[in-house]
């Protein structure tokens, strides 16, 4: 049998920030669930009464407000004695389960206190002032305070010896008594909240514990950051993760985290063949590092980018599919390569490396979707979706090297002596303008198109989606990229007038 570890610790300092996270999530859950229920019960016009008929001789003992408040110092102990995230889980999740089910109660059973006014002066006024403080008004049947104080002292006796176990135990039932003795509580408020620790603790902890649960977990959590990292570089990230956590509501939520996790690893692997996520060394070493360990199934990487492309390749219960994903990324790999020797390319193979890119992007989301339909069934959307791609993002890429202009119209801009890296002077060309025209009058013709062809897949799982795509390059078509360069509005207008 493996030695107990030690019952105290410093947390790494790659575990603290996680555990103090989950320390603090739950105190905001708490205030917010706590709170919320005492606004609420302070609209009832009464309340149950609960005392016994003892409890009139329990004395009033200020000075055990002390004992009251410690509670947030035994909580506290947590991020000593769960010194892992994973050993963390179990304990901040029963917490939150226990200010869930006492909520309910004080909304289903709302207790009237029997005891008279308490007026405290002397030296221990002001403790007392705290105590009453935290426990704000109303929210009596269970004690949270009792049901926190036994919980941690259930938690903590797994790791204790004899007698950490004691003072853990005296300890709570200190704290049990001090919600009686400065008459916080009733005794039955008391006895509910221990048993709720008891109940909640034995039916949370085993399930939290779960290899498997603690895996989802680990992976949401890197969704939810990467999620935040890309919503903070551009909104548009933003809704589009909020769109695929919308989509997990009408989904098992593990059959649904597949498309989140496809979509954090494949913007991650663009964000850094971009140039908007730095890693060490030349960002090609670094794909083609990852491309070896993800296909091998070997190494010891533990980076965001290597945990989201193995949970994605091992969900993925396609041979194809996962094949679709080592394409997809070799194909972006290639903008990184134009970049570094900044090339220009013609139109034919522009568009060709564009469409690629979004056919396998559409065929992936596709499949993770379980849909019935393909990008091969849409040919005329993924072209436009590629077109929506190129001039929502054109003045960051011209910008960044990546050259998504013809090498012809950048020939022709030049020859009127305008720089085709600015956006600005090259739509200041005559070429660099009838360019965006053509591009403008071909995307009109590409959602025509598009419209025709997903009107003849009505009916087809996955049809939905491609429509949800088909209108927002409409939006972009009609109202964003008009709003950019407003010479297009006389071709917008010129088109409604004709339709």
Not at 146 to 168: D, H, K, Q, S, T
Not at 243 to 272: E, I
Not at 342 to 347: F, I, R, S, T
Not at 448 to 459: I, K, T
Request: proline content about 4%.
């Amino acid at each position: 049998m493996s030695p107990r570890p030690a019952l105290f610790g410093w947390p790494r300092k790659d575990e603290l920030p996680r555990t103090a996270a989950m320390a603090m999530g739950f105190a905001l859950f708490f205030l917010a669930i706590y709170g919320g229920a005492s606004w609420l019960t302070g609209f009832y016009p009464g309340g149950l009464r609960v005392e016994l008929p003892f409890e009139r001789h329990i004395p009033f003992m200020p000075s055990w407000a002390l004992v009251y408040v410690s509670m947030d110092v035994l909580l506290l102990l947590s991020l000593f004695i769960f010194r892992t995230w994973r050993d963390m889980v179990p304990f901040a999740l029963a917490l939150c389960a226990e200010t869930a089910l006492a909520a309910v109660c004080f909304l289903l059973l709302p207790v009237e206190v029997a005891w008279p006014p308490r007026v405290v002066e002397g030296a221990w006024a002001d403790v007392f002032q705290l105590a009453d403080t935290m426990n704000l008004e109303r929210n009596y049947l269970p004690s949270l305070h009792v049901a926190f104080a036994c919980m941690a002292a259930l938690a903590y006796a797994e790791r204790a010896g004899a007698l950490g176990r004691a003072v853990f135990a005296l300890w709570a039932l200190a704290i049990a008594a001090s919600t009686l003795l400065i008459h916080e509580h009733h005794l039955v408020d008391v006895v509910a909240g221990a048993l709720l620790a008891w109940g909640t603790w034995r039916w949370v902890a085993p399930w939290a514990r779960r290899a498997s649960f603690l895996e989802a977990l680990r992976v949401e959590a890197l969704c939810a950051r990467e999620s935040y990292r890309f919503a903070r570089r551009h909104l548009r990230y933003g809704l589009i993760a909020l769109v695929l956590y919308r989509y997990a509501l009408s989904r098992w939520w593990r059959q649904a985290q597949v498309a989140r996790v496809g979509f954090c690893f494949l913007q991650l692997v663009d964000d850094v063949l971009d140039g908007d996520r730095a890693v060490e060394g030349e960002p090609l070493d670094w794909v083609d590092a990852l491309l070896v360990e993800l296909e091998s199934g070997r190494g010891e990487g533990s980076g965001a980018a290597v945990s989201l492309g193995r949970v994605l390749l091992e969900r993925l219960d396609d041979e194809a599919a996962r094949a679709q994903v080592f394409a997809l990324v070799r194909t972006m790999r290639k903008d990184r390569e134009r970049v570094k020797s900044a090339q220009w390319w013609d139109e034919e193979a522009l568009r060709a490396q564009q469409r690629d890119t979004f056919r396998l992007s559409v065929d992936l989301m596709l499949q993770v979707a379980r849909a019935e339909v393909r990008a091969k069934d849409a040919p005329a959307l993924i072209e436009a979706f590629a077109w929506c791609s190129v001039m929502r993002d054109l003045r960051e890429d011209l910008a960044q090297g990546l050259y998504n202009v013809p090498a012809a119209v950048a020939a022709a801009a030049r020859g009127e002596g305008a720089d085709p890296t600015r956006i600005d002077a090259l739509l200041g060309s005559e070429a660099g303008r009838a360019w965006m025209v053509a591009e403008y009058g071909r995307a009109r013709a590409l959602l025509d198109e598009s419209a025709r062809q997903l009107a003849a897949l009505e009916g087809r799982p996955g049809l939905p989606l491609l429509r949800l795509f088909q209108r927002s390059i409409e939006s972009f078509w009609r109202r964003r990229l008009p709003g950019r360069h407003p010479f297009l509005r006389a071709t917008t207008a010129g088109r409604l007038q004709g339709a």
